[in-house]
């Protein structure tokens, strides 16, 4: 595998960020919208559920460079009233609260968070 590439600076960066995001955004579109709800694409998950989970740790992680600025002494909690840091557990509250959303609303959610 090659070595990756280390952007010279903030504009490098944030151009190859757009760029792999661009292209997971090409992926995306060559999903036919009634196959993302289909479920067993990570074991009950569908690609609707993981567009979702990345929206929701988008949001979250966010939320956390926020509080960072605002000088917060502590970053919020990814599962509201509960401290964890077990991703499994985040990941299952994160399914949980997104899985009865509609395609095109996790869709706006996934494109909003980025």
């Not at 196959?35 to 009950?44: E, F, L, P, Y």
């Not at 077990?86 to 399914?95: C, L, P, R, S, T």
Request: hydrophobic share 40%; aromatic share 8%.
């Amino acid at each position: 595998m090659p070595e990756p590439t280390r952007p010279a600076d903030k504009a490098a960066l944030l151009a190859m960020i757009q760029e792999c995001y661009d292209q997971f955004e090409t992926l995306i579109a060559a999903i036919p919208a009634e196959r993302m709800n289909i479920t067993g694409v990570n074991d009950s998950w569908s690609v609707k559920d993981h567009l979702a989970h990345l929206a929701a740790w988008h949001t979250y992680q966010a939320a956390r460079m926020q509080a960072s600025l605002d000088g917060a002494a502590t970053p919020p909690e990814p599962v509201p009233g509960q401290h964890t840091e077990d991703e499994d557990e985040i990941n299952a509250y994160f399914y949980q609260q997104h899985k009865d959303e509609p395609l095109a609303d996790v869709l706006a959610e996934f494109r909003a968070s980025y």
